[in-house]
């Protein structure tokens, strides 16, 4: 593909065809699917120092994947190699250096770097980076993800805390965790990892959940190197193994849709493993979910019943009202003295337009275009903003399978258009306004009634207004043909 180069433009310091925002997944596969394309100058920006994303970036004790490793990966770089059923973070983050260095994207970044302001002119994309560099490019991708701001909650009294304090997602490594007493805000799922991974060795752990989670057991466990041998010289039965993943992970869709035997089936699990770990009554009570099953998001653990149930780890069955020194007072009243304190607290998701400084067509800011709340056509692209694609973007987060295999299907449909734009001779497109408000419309009729919207709960699915822009809803086999229909039909060109 031929790019088209700007007016001549003195404040451009870099041009190039395709510019990628952030190296994760995304990323990563967003620049394999371009170049096979025909995209000849692609750049991605990193913030940080190397690839990875959130594996990068989050570090903390028994961090790892909540998804099956072979599903987990990507489909055009199998990894016959995994160690265990479900990868931890240093694997995958290996896993993902490793495609950047067969594939030569490493060549292709600019670590260190991050877009700070966009905006369309002069048919393409003029970005200022946090270097003090000015770009041209013709096609923007946020590959950003969606959990990679961490959230802190604005708690009377939180920077005064005298002890080291941090997220989960910042872990600090210098921290004296052993022999301290330590409070963990939150019941997340960074929270169900690290905590069995650190009681034992603190003095004491206190847990704030303001409120419970669902939190099934998983098949986890070593892969051991006889099967590993035996996949790398047999493909097709890692391959199988693969298929089998995804059809079972597809099959936990009926849980979300409330289909009764799943339903059943999944809450005899979940009670199965509370009752095995925690035998005292009151107990259990304190661990029920006051919501129906899938409203949040569900959890998976082995560890994470059996390690409330310690005498050295204490549940508080409230949220943090304020915190007075070194101690932290909860909402019923109970006040709990720690050395350090840990925020497993999640993170930002649905107020992305707060951070993104981006103009597009006519000098429509995306914080106005998203006035009413997150929207992309198809999760990927947005009207008014030409050449602009977002990877993860709006309604295309799940509950029940692999993101991995979202942002595969979107970067299929982005490459799709790529190649229809140059057969047709265009050098711009957008979706198609009508074609937008049809999906959202879609999306928020399929959602109402949800477990997502009214299953009982408030979660980090919901923005500020109680709408759920995150969550795709139904399979990723569906969501994979809906990309593989949609084509420039629903887009219009820009001049």
Not at 434 to 455: H, K, P, T, Y
Request: charged letters at 20%.
């Amino acid at each position: 593909m031929a790019p088209t180069r700007p007016e001549a433009d003195v404040t451009t310091d870099h041009q190039t065809e395709m510019l990628i925002i952030g190296a994760g997944f995304s990323g990563l596969l967003m620049a394999i699917e371009a170049r096979r394309r025909g995209v000849k100058e692609i750049t991605i920006l990193e913030r940080a120092g190397d690839v990875g994303g959130t594996w990068r970036e989050n570090t903390y004790p028994g961090v790892a994947c909540d998804v099956p490793s072979h599903l987990y990966s990507m489909a055009g770089h199998p990894n016959p190699n995994w160690t265990r059923a479900y990868a931890g973070g240093a694997e995958i983050q290996a896993y993902l250096q490793s495609v950047a260095r067969r594939e030569g994207l490493y060549e292709l970044c600019r670590f260190h770097c991050a877009m700070t302001r966009a905006r369309w002119q002069n048919g393409r994309w003029q970005v200022e980076t946090s270097d003090g560099h000015r770009w041209s490019t013709r096609f923007l991708v946020s590959a950003i993800g969606a959990l990679h701001v961490p959230l802190v909650p604005d708690i009377p009294g939180r920077d005064a805390f005298p002890g080291p304090a941090f997220h989960s997602a910042e872990w600090d490594h210098a921290a004296r965790i052993a022999g301290k007493r330590v409070a963990v805000v939150g019941t997340g799922a960074s929270a169900v990892q690290f905590v069995p991974e650190i009681a034992g060795t603190a003095a004491h752990v206190t847990v704030f959940q303001r409120t419970a989670p669902y939190v099934l057991p998983r098949p986890d466990g070593p892969i051991p190197e006889r099967v590993r041998r035996l996949y790398r010289a047999v493909p097709p039965l890692r391959q199988l193994r693969r298929a089998l993943i995804y059809a079972i992970y597809e099959m936990r869709h009926a849980v979300f849709r409330g289909q009764p035997h799943a339903v059943t089936f999944a809450m005899k699990m979940w009670r199965k493993g509370l009752e095995r770990a925690i035998t005292d009554p009151h107990m259990r009570a304190r661990l029920t979910p006051d919501y129906r099953i899938g409203c949040k998001r569900i959890l998976s653990s082995n560890d994470w019943y059996p390690t409330l149930a310690r005498d050295d780890v204490t549940l508080v069955a409230s949220g943090v009202d304020r915190i007075e020194g070194r101690t932290l007072v909860a909402q019923d009243g109970r006040r709990v003295d720690a050395d350090v304190l840990i925020w497993g607290t999640g993170f930002r998701v649905t107020d992305a337009a707060e951070r993104l400084d981006v103009t597009g067509a006519g000098g429509r800011t995306l914080r106005e275009a998203w006035s009413g709340g997150m929207q992309a056509h198809l999760g990927t692209a947005i009207a008014g903003f030409p050449n602009l694609f977002l990877l993860l973007g709006p309604h295309t987060g799940l509950g029940h399978n692999s993101v991995v295999l979202m942002i595969e299907a979107q970067v299929g449909h982005v490459g799709r258009l790529l190649a229809d734009m140059e057969r047709k001779g265009l050098t711009a497109i957008a979706p198609c306004a009508d074609a937008q408000a049809g999906f959202e419309a879609e999306m928020a009729d399929r959602l109402a009634g949800s477990v997502w919207q009214d299953g009982g709960c408030r979660s980090w699915y919901q923005d500020a207004a109680g709408r759920n822009p995150t969550i795709w809803p139904g399979t990723v086999g569906a969501f994979r043909r809906r990309m593989k229909r949609a084509g420039l039909e629903q887009y219009e060109g820009i001049e």
